[in-house]
């Protein structure tokens, strides 16, 4: 059991596996294995949500922050208690958790700006998809000494971007 | 062009004078225009391979110098059509996939190797240049070239010229943890022959009419006072430029700055935005990092081939002069 709720968390289950792995976690001995895995998954990233307080130790810390690091707003992550209560909920959850995992950005941000709150230096690395920067990267390119070494190698940034933010 | 060529020399020399007067070590500047001129002057084709995290992209450039001046195109070999095609200080980037084309129009010379005097003066206060070993890329022997930064607002550049042309062959930036965070490569490359006119025109001849163009237009002037003012800057960053764009699609000309240190740039841009901006904070591609946050109904935009933390701190710290 243990190992297919390993396979769970790390989102390598089949889709049969799962439906039958996700019904299971009704079991409360199951569930708390699944949690489990969990704290350590969490641990090993270096997550800090996990500790004791951090929801608000974090807060706290945000509302200190003397720059505006980022717009505040809600991190989507696991909550393990409402998941308890309802098993059913859990099993669309855990799907939807899976779905996170693809992207690492949010988790990763958060902890980021936690980390970084006693350095005040760097914010939270994430994704800025909307902003369509690529009119300014294709303006700055000419203005660099390093990247003028080299004719229009560079512009392939630009390209590589708006191969992916068609805008 | 012989013109050009003598505007150039004219300035290496002007800025050794400079330099001899102000006790810098010319070695830095000195190397960076050398190359600089290699890469405008020469004829030459090859493959280019640029890597950054986990992706690979490789590409094929031409570039070809004659009494019409300097002519360049690159091509992807693989993935989404992509073409870059640059006439001179034209610059214009297809995306047959998007139906896209964006058009940037250089002011002329206000682009390296334009460097101020003081530029040139505070590269060796903020990075350590040295020659490297010999080595082989591209299948010929090249010469290792380090810029290592004195201070972890910049990150570390690594150049592999040609001993024989000059020209670059390889360029990396590194980041504290000696991280390869970008790299450009040839690995191939033909210096001198014939270049064919063709291979630097655009594939696509005559635009369809439905695709979308997108205009960056040139700068009117290079010193307009914007209004903006940034408070804080990496020690050796002065501005360079300061002007108004238009840009396509956006409703009201947007305010660029330019902040350089002689190695890199530092672009700071302040255009209108009523609302709440979507992509604000930090995101990173390749050396490039960007920094988006909003003051009132504008959103600033700073990026530059820097660590992240510079182009926050410099974002963090711009205001509007009153």
């Known amino acids: 059991m243990g190992e297919e709720i390993s396979q769970l968390v790390d989102g390598e289950l089949e889709a049969a596996q799962l439906e039958r792995v996700c019904a299971r976690l009704g079991d409360g001995k199951a569930l708390e294995v699944w949690v489990a895995y969990h704290l350590i998954g969490d641990a090993l990233r270096q997550s800090a949500s996990v500790a004791p307080g951090f929801h608000e130790r974090f807060s706290e810390r945000l509302a200190a922050e003397p720059t505006v690091l980022a717009p505040p707003r809600r991190v989507p992550r696991p909550q393990f208690v409402p998941w308890a209560v ?48 690529n009119d300014y990267l294709m303006v700055h390119q000419a203005y660099s000494p390093a990247t003028a070494l080299q004719g229009v190698r560079p512009y392939i940034r630009t390209v590589a971007e708006s191969g992916q933010e068609a805008r | 062009m012989m013109r050009r060529v003598w505007w150039f020399w004219t300035g290496l020399v002007a800025s050794g004078l400079a330099l001899a007067e102000q006790g810098a070590a ?69 995306y047959p996939e998007l139906r896209v084309v964006r058009i940037e129009q250089r002011s002329a010379r206000n682009a390296f ?59 990396r930036m590194v980041n504290d943890k000696n991280e390869v965070i970008e790299q450009f490569m040839f690995t191939d490359l033909r210096v001198g022959g014939k270049i064919e006119r063709s291979s630097v025109r655009p594939s696509i001849g ?27 800057l990496p020690p050796g960053f002065t501005k360079i430029v300061e002007m108004f764009r238009t840009i396509t699609g956006k409703p009201d000309p947007v305010a660029h700055l330019v902040f350089s240190d002689g190695l890199v740039a530092v672009s ?47 974002a963090g710290s711009i205001t509007r002069r009153r």
């Not at chain 1, 099993?91 to 779905?99: L, N």
């Not at chain 2, 979308?212 to 209004?227: C, N, Y």
């Open chain 1, 86 to 133: 309802a098993a059913s909920v859990a099993a669309v959850a855990v799907v939807g958790w899976i779905g996170l995992r693809e992207i690492p950005a949010p988790p990763l941000g958060a902890t980021a700006q936690v980390q970084t709150a006693e350095k005040v230096s760097v914010a939270a690395v994430r994704p800025l998809q909307s902003a369509g920067y």
């Open chain 2, 206 to 232: 005559r635009l369809p009419p439905d695709w979308k163009v997108l205009k960056v237009s040139p700068a009117v002037g290079v010193l307009q006072d914007t209004g903006w003012q940034v408070a804080y």
């Open chain 2, 26 to 94: 010319p070695g830095a500047a000195e190397w960076l225009q050398t190359v600089a001129n290699a890469a405008r002057q020469l004829n030459y084709v090859g493959t280019v391979v640029y890597q950054h995290g986990n992706r690979v992209e490789t590409s094929r450039l031409f570039h070809l110098n004659d009494v019409q001046g300097e002519q360049e195109r690159l091509i992807s070999l693989e993935g989404p059509m992509r073409e870059i095609v640059r006439s001179n200080d034209q610059v214009t980037c297809f």
């Open chain 2, 268 to 314: 700071v841009f302040v255009e209108t935005h009523k609302g709440q901006a979507h992509g604000q904070g930090l995101v990173r591609t390749g050396a490039i990092n960007v920094y988006a946050l909003q003051i009132d109904d504008h959103l600033i935009t700073v990026l530059g081939e820097t660590p992240g933390e510079t182009v926050q701190r410099i």
């Open chain 2, 113 to 171: 190797p334009a460097l101020l005097p003081q530029q040139m003066a505070t590269l060796s206060q903020n990075y350590n240049f040295r020659q490297g070993e010999l080595a082989r890329v591209a299948g010929v022997e090249a010469r290792a070239y380090v810029f290592e930064p004195k201070d972890g607002l910049r990150y570390g550049h690594q150049f592999w010229t040609d001993n024989a042309s000059g020209l670059l062959l390889k360029a």
